[in-house]
């Protein structure tokens, strides 16, 4: 992929992104568990149509304001699910229909997105993503969305957003809308509900021309033109000092909206490759980081608490920890900043950049722990594990349990 082609196609070039240039979640699973055939990010179908269901406004549950773009004008509503969903043998067990006694309203021209149950809706304004219930695994996780995982992340969003308005965050800081989250109760069989979020994909704040790009694709090959340059390379060929130019403009962001999430707002967001994105202005000079998937921050309710923040969730105890009392809480926040954002996203940067433009990776290294050192150096001893220590996934699958592996000596953190 040609960085110019953002130029002429900006939408057509992040959504060319999303789907070929990804190298996949260093665990290996991506590759291996993923949607079939046509609903596969990779597959060589440009799009599909996914139904737009009209469900009795009796048997459905909605948080937020769907927009309305997608409601229907009669006295159901709106609902989508992923193919594989209403297309499985066993959907009639599970909601005690068959999905030929569904109506279908009318369809939506989609594309899968690098999620692979999330979908990217063509002729959509704003333009808008829907995350869909997947029946089953993707990656190496489960990937169902009942209630508490459904409407965490727009229950989030309408949190944040009067901080955003307030201009309490950082500048650099940006976020895909959640706005809705639509449950569906069907009336009979053994499952409770199917949930679909409504995500708008315009970044909020929203600063007109500029381009997004994911940040795995930033150093991954692209699939159609394996000989490309990486995107990354590409944004920084013209730049008289690369390593600076790393730090500075794409390093340095990431931890000061990272600190500011976690230590200011008490949320342990999910930074990895994949929900992360980079906007650029049209002379792709990086200006925001936007975040992405709200339902996979954590809330820990001691730091909320401290703030003077919400603790009391219409999502419950979903993904929610308590350094007060939580042993494990210290091993999340290494989880989330050591291995996630460190390992996935810094370390992936810096080591492709120090092999091609030839500077020392350690130094890079050392730039970021004594930035993020600066900026949360009182919260270190509090919330990060004591000793010379950080903790990881292997490379298993984790869809019964999600054990922590210890390792020593974290990249990017100077141990207390």
Same mark, same amino acid.
């Given at each position: 992929?040609?960085?110019?082609?953002?130029?002429?196609?900006?939408?057509?070039?992040?959504?060319?992104?999303?789907r070929?240039?990804?190298?996949?979640?260093p665990?290996?699973?991506?590759?291996?568990?993923?949607?079939?055939?046509?609903?596969?990010?990779?597959?060589?179908t440009?799009?599909?149509?996914?139904?737009?269901?009209?469900?009795?406004?009796?048997?459905?549950?909605?948080?937020?304001s769907?927009?309305?773009q997608?409601?229907?004008?009669?006295?159901?509503?709106?609902?989508?699910?992923?193919?594989?969903?209403?297309?499985?043998?066993?959907?009639?067990?599970?909601?005690?229909?068959?999905?030929?006694?569904?109506?279908?309203?009318?369809?939506?021209?989609?594309?899968?997105t690098?999620?692979?149950?999330?979908?990217?809706?063509?002729?959509?304004?704003?333009?808008s993503?829907?995350k $869909?219930? %997947? =029946?089953?695994?993707l990656?190496?996780?489960n990937?169902? +969305?009942? @209630?508490?995982? &459904?409407?965490?992340? #727009?229950?989030l969003?309408?949190?944040?957003?009067?901080?955003?308005?307030a201009?309490?965050?950082?500048?650099?800081?940006?976020?895909?809308?959640?706005?809705?989250a639509? $449950?569906? %109760? =069907?009336?009979?069989?053994?499952?409770?509900?199917?949930? +679909?979020? @409504?995500?708008? &994909?315009r970044?909020? #704040?929203?600063?007109?021309?500029?381009?997004?790009?994911?940040?795995?694709?930033?150093?991954?090959?692209?699939?159609?033109?394996?000989?490309?340059?990486?995107l990354?390379h590409?944004?920084?060929?013209?730049?008289?000092k690369?390593?600076?130019?790393?730090?500075?403009?794409?390093?340095?962001?990431?931890?000061?909206?990272?600190?500011?999430l976690?230590?200011?707002?008490?949320?342990?967001?999910?930074?990895?490759?994949?929900?992360?994105?980079?906007?650029?202005?049209?002379?792709?000079?990086?200006?925001?980081?936007?975040?992405?998937?709200?339902?996979?921050?954590?809330k820990?309710?001691?730091?909320?608490?401290?703030?003077?923040?919400?603790?009391?969730?219409i999502?419950?105890?979903?993904?929610?920890?308590d350094?007060?009392?939580?042993?494990?809480?210290k091993?999340?926040?290494?989880?989330?900043y050591?291995?996630k954002?460190?390992?996935?996203?810094?370390?992936?940067?810096?080591?492709?950049?120090?092999?091609?433009?030839?500077?020392?990776?350690?130094?890079?290294?050392?730039?970021?722990?004594?930035?993020?050192?600066?900026?949360?150096?009182?919260?270190?001893?509090?919330?990060?594990?004591?000793?010379?220590?950080?903790?990881?996934?292997?490379?298993?699958?984790?869809?019964?349990?999600?054990?922590?592996?210890?390792?020593?000596?974290?990249?990017?953190?100077?141990?207390?």
């Amino acid at each position: 992929m040609k960085l110019s082609s953002f130029k002429s196609d900006p939408l057509g070039t992040w959504l060319y992104l999303e789907r070929y240039v990804n190298k996949g979640s260093p665990s290996g699973y991506t590759q291996v568990y993923h949607p079939p055939g046509i609903y596969a990010p990779h597959s060589e179908t440009a799009e599909f149509n996914l139904p737009r269901f009209s469900i009795q406004s009796s048997e459905l549950l909605t948080y937020g304001s769907v927009p309305s773009q997608f409601e229907l004008s009669d006295e159901g509503g709106c609902f989508f699910m992923h193919p594989v969903a209403f297309g499985n043998k066993d959907f009639g067990v599970w909601t005690g229909l068959k999905v030929d006694r569904l109506r279908t309203d009318s369809f939506l021209r989609v594309s899968p997105t690098a999620s692979g149950r999330t979908v990217w809706v063509h002729d959509s304004a704003p333009l808008s993503h829907l995350k $869909l219930h %997947y =029946p089953g695994v993707l990656g190496r996780v489960n990937r169902e +969305l009942p @209630f508490q995982k &459904a409407v965490a992340g #727009p229950e989030l969003w309408y949190s944040l957003k009067p901080i955003l308005d307030a201009g309490k965050a950082p500048s650099s800081l940006a976020f895909f809308p959640e706005v809705a989250a639509r $449950l569906w %109760y =069907p009336p009979a069989g053994n499952l409770d509900s199917i949930g +679909l979020i @409504f995500r708008e &994909a315009r970044p909020y #704040p929203f600063v007109p021309d500029g381009f997004v790009l994911p940040v795995f694709s930033l150093f991954s090959r692209d699939s159609n033109s394996p000989t490309d340059r990486l995107l990354i390379h590409q944004l920084i060929d013209d730049k008289a000092k690369p390593k600076e130019f790393l730090f500075e403009a794409i390093l340095s962001p990431m931890i000061e909206i990272y600190v500011f999430l976690v230590f200011s707002l008490g949320l342990l967001p999910e930074l990895n490759a994949q929900n992360i994105l980079l906007e650029t202005s049209t002379d792709f000079i990086p200006r925001k980081i936007i975040v992405r998937d709200l339902s996979r921050f954590e809330k820990n309710l001691d730091i909320r608490k401290k703030r003077g923040l919400k603790t009391n969730f219409i999502s419950g105890k979903y993904k929610t920890i308590d350094s007060a009392t939580d042993d494990v809480a210290k091993i999340r926040h290494s989880f989330s900043y050591d291995f996630k954002l460190g390992q996935y996203v810094m370390a992936e940067l810096i080591d492709c950049c120090a092999a091609e433009y030839g500077f020392d990776a350690h130094e890079v290294d050392d730039n970021v722990s004594d930035l993020f050192g600066d900026l949360a150096s009182k919260y270190l001893a509090e919330y990060f594990p004591p000793g010379n220590v950080w903790y990881s996934h292997d490379k298993i699958m984790l869809t019964v349990e999600r054990p922590y592996t210890s390792n020593s000596n974290p990249r990017f953190r100077r141990c207390q």
